[in-house]
């Protein structure tokens, strides 16, 4: 039976910051080994990355249908290929490693269009691959533990959310011209490869992801402002929002609200309670019940469920944060590959990680926002 | 010269809430006596209520007509009124007062229409009355704090504004008949009482009055959705505003948040900088500059603007709350009708409190928010 | 019977913070009418005093000895006196009104000696005079809630104790000659007026009796370094102390803690829970109970205790600062003081005020302190 | 020249916490490989550690004295070990490499008494061999934040410190006998593995060392109250220290204070200022300058100096947590020992990990804790 997994890498070079989260994450719980990459169009920086990764020259390759083609024909093959390049080549790579039937990780957005996205859906049917998306919050234990909250119905029917992701680290493009921009996430900037959305597409897909992931509701339609501060792509949204069970909200996604640094709040409300989790501390937990004093869940303490409780690696108390949320999703993926290789049954918690179907619905919420903030926020069908 | 006031209470009987919290702050500085009161439709409760506070029983009154009456013509009558009774009343009590040149401190909203609202704009004028509408949150030192801050542009040009005023105190409420409601705040459900809005108008109008007063800037449009849960007036609302500037935000009000005792938070986000408010923490004020460390201003302190700390009565770190905001309103309206009655000029800084202007745009800004929601969250001009 | 009553002041003229709100607090639940006074040794703001106060001018009094003796004389003379002169004033003031059979509300520290101390209390037996002194922290809703749950044993046994009252209002003191230091408080740093203490006396004083209201349990013996930094009394202390069920703890207290404005804090531990009050936010309570999510209490929420809740005026989440806290204080006191003198019995929640054994518990716990810290911080007895 | 480093492990098997943090924290940065261990004394767990971290069999040992011996005659021998196993093999693991001339991170306290203590700094010396006492919590970034102001003169001269470092996990232990007591930490609580102090030796050795980090200041002298609640070491102190400097402070140390799952919190009081770190929100560092607002010192922010800001690995506001602090601290070390490797001159900050020096005064800090409390907390010297 296999143990381990190998897996390769697409982008995630020496540079890239989410490169190194999952070369980290991957390996937090000895399942992994990297054994093939293409990290970097520039063929020097491919091999160095390479080089410095120790991988064998030979797996280290100038193109990912390169890659695809040839580590489909090895004995000891990569078992899946993480796909962490900028937007504009998940669409391509992932075709082309599930044409040679390779599980796939990608980052999100999945894709460019809905299209795409069901296409790629079909492929890995057809070539029976297993297939994540990198919505990597969910990969908190206590966003595990909201959900199991929601789904005991300690929160009642839900009737309102609110959740923001706000971030500051743009606020200095507002009146920049393209010569006078800094060139931080330039790619996220530019359409020809972040596709039709930079702020929403980049964290607003966080905020639907999350709630649907806690609330298991859809968002049926939603009316968004966006925020273009004369750049080509989106800095700033504000969305109002209907569930598919008629509650209503607000989500906010902004790169310029000065005072955040990566403010990612979720707050759900129910007709019995209500939670709140603040990814800047992710540990932590507060649910309110109605007519109790608010408490605040900790991971790691013994009242923490066990789905939740699998999350959690240190004891109660000591902060873990991003990587470790990263580690989770791999974990569970890697278990799911794992269990499917070995030609085991995948039950619904084996395969508790964000799939094709929550990537297909990310692309089609970014489109319904941009497309409801042209229409000066008139309401959208996200369903 | 005049150095104290005279004033009478329409409504603010003995089991009314802000009753209490109104007599207790008008007399928190030592500058006002109560001298007369119609503070019940019920003759017995009015009588007992008057011995309590110990008047002169000539001087409690069986209606607010009698009273405008019969004070005006006293050498010694009331300098001013303050109305603090239900919505229902505001109009006519104003009405009756403004007629005999007394002055008018009213609870918010301030009446049902814009048409009425602009009446009483118009006997203000034509009596010479000076007019306080009681939007008491902008009387907490560290919203004045907030407003120089924006004032002095430490935030830059306002870009986005997002604010919540979240309650839980009628969540039983949902999916109950009439029949079956709870009494608490029983008049603010009904709407021959309450007007057109129960959840927008009690407390989504705090909201607007606080932003306004921050940022100097007014709201141009909105797109509303409001929440019924079956009743007959709102418990719930999602706000998408543009302010005059162009600069997008959100709103939420609500009475049915669980583990929201009281919660109205004001966030402004500017190019230079953001600032947030609690009222539930009101002596605080968090203030980010671009690129600095957070910073925390607290009420006391010898860096706060002189404005703000003349609304400061106790030492840093000593909680003022509530009352103290009430306090603080009074204290600058009774200054001014002071001034006032004894001929002297009366400057911006004089009439730093909520006026009659105010109390019409909070009206637009209900019925806005009502008719928003009516036609699915379409934009509606406030301005 | 009795309604209201009338009081006197001693001290508390118009330039004394601490005067107003005396005056407010006293005033808050219209069951006190201040009758007479004797604000200032300076005639001329004695008289100023009396004046802005509305006072009968024979009512105001060049000496206490002459408001004592007039006062006691006089048909409708005061129920009772607040003193709130500083220090030095105490001990001769209280005694000249007990022995004319006048209670006594008396600002903390009591007096300067455990031997004047006990000399008040066998006078107010012989006189029959009800005796508060003024601690008034004890006042806050969730110190009473805090109360409750130890009597009730939802924390067990005591085990540990950690408080602190940390200000820095006097941190440009340290290094300074008596011809450079700043005049803030002027009199708390001089011994013939003070007392032995500055520091300790003023808000150690606090902790000891916060401490002893919520625990029920009283030190035994502690261990104190009070540091001086070249002035005449202590400007900061550390303290281990010993309760008398045998826990131990650590007490600090300190007025050059840069950071801290008012940081009173009270922990304490027990065997099953824990409970944390923050004076600068009032009106919540950290519970923690063995294996469970911590609580947020809340005052004015409907699972406060009945005592606790008796002291809440304003519905939960609606702030209450430090002239609540007092208002408790004053409404307990005059209720007590009401049934007295209409010859009612009195319960033991009739007085639930720190009465004069808690005063001369105060004064052995800031004699302990200075005691201990001449000898190198070797324990002292304080039972 | 060196680019990586192999590191053998002792102690750190599969059920063993902190070894699965010493694992993935060493290679963080892909800058070591496990190359030797000698994991368990039971030898099938030896070999099934040996297995799943996929190490060579013949390098997998049954004692750390041949795994001493036969990896220093390796040509590609270890370059340094990981002691991770309890406290009583720290000393004899730790004698043992240095007499084969391997570099030794060793997990804290370093061993029982400070004649060990000293005569392992005599053979390090002698053997040329760089050593690292494992205080963790040194490697945040903000912790480093927090020297550097210290060092900047931010603060002025210290006047005071507060520390405190609560858990909670063993409170169900008081008032057990050795047959009801739970096994959890079972080591720490049994003198013969343990040594002198099981609380103050395992987390008030944290506090001593992370105060003296930041403040560069040793304790002089202190008195202490440990509290054993029936068992045979401590599991609660309180105790006052004096800094060589003349500041006095409190620290606390608690593995028994119910509501706190790993409360380590450093306060540094100076003239000029404050700062205030929490490990369980360890990215922050509140920081208070006399007479400004409070600040909020976030980690990744361009305001931070450099030698904290490479201690962070993702951007600002994006959590970091326990597994980082230890990675920060292997980084440090590994170049340190790379470049002694390579012959390089090692600077100051190459040299910034806790050495051995800091190890033995950790020991001098846990017995003079010891000594006092048995001495009823007379103070004892500690320099």
Redesign the interface.
């Known amino acids: 039976m296999k143990k381990r997994l190998r897996y390769g890498l697409v982008g995630a070079g020496l540079t890239s ?1 989410i490169g ?2 999952h ?2 994450s991957a ?2 719980d ?1 399942l992994t080994d990297l054994a093939a990459g293409c990290f970097s169009r520039d063929s020097t920086k491919n091999r160095e990355c390479g080089d ?2 120790r991988l064998d020259p030979d797996r280290v390759y100038d193109s990912f249908e390169e890659m695809a083609q040839k580590e489909s024909l090895r004995e000891d093959g990569i078992d899946f290929v993480t796909i962490a390049a900028p937007n504009d080549v998940h669409y391509a790579a992932a075709k082309a490693f599930l044409m040679h039937g390779i599980h796939i990780l990608c980052e999100k957005p999945l894709c460019y269009t809905v299209e795409e996205a069901e296409e790629l859906k079909a492929l890995a049917a057809e070539h029976h691959c297993l297939f994540c998306v990198n919505y990597s919050y969910s990969g908190n234990a206590m966003v595990k533990e909201a959900r199991e909250l929601v789904r005991q119905g300690a929160l009642g029917e839900i ?2 959310v ?1 959740a ?1 992701y706000l ?3 743009l ?2 493009d ?2 920049q011209t393209s010569k006078t921009m800094n060139a931080m996430s330039a790619w996220r900037k530019d359409p020809s490869v972040a596709g039709v959305s930079n702020c929403v597409g980049d964290i607003g897909s966080h905020i639907e992801n999350t709630v649907a992931c806690i609330t298991g509701l859809r968002i049926k339609r939603l ?1 968004a ?1 966006l ?1 273009y ?1 004369g750049q080509p792509l989106d800095l ?1 949204a ?1 969305i ?1 929002i ?1 569930l598919e069970n008629g509650a ?3 989500f ?1 996604s ?1 790169q ?8 990612f709040v979720v707050r759900i ?6 939670l ?1 989790w603040h ?4 540990g932590q937990l ?13 991971k ?4 923490i469920s066990p789905v939740a409780a699998g999350m959690v ?12 949320a990263f580690a989770n999703m791999y974990k569970t993926w890697v278990n799911a590959v794992l269990k499917y290789e070995n030609g085991e049954e995948l039950t619904a918690q084996d395969l508790d990680f964000p799939d094709i179907d929550e990537g297909i619905r990310g692309i089609r919420f970014i489109h319904a926002c941009v497309k409801s903030s042209r229409e ?2 008139a ?1 959208v069908d996200v369903i």
């Open positions: 910051f190194s989260v070369r980290i390996s937090f000895g410095f990764l009737i309102d609110k923001e971030q500051e680290y606020a200095d507002i009146g009316a402002k925020d501060f700033n504000n109002l209907e209503h909200g607000v906010s902004s310029v609200c000065i005072g955040h640094r990566n403010g409300f129910g007709t019995e309670g209500s709140e990814e800047e501390n992710p507060i649910v309110a019940k109605k007519g109790q004093p608010l408490q605040i869940y900790d790691g303490m013994t009242y690696r240190i004891p109660a108390g000591h902060p873990e944060g991003y990587y470790e000066d926020a309401w």
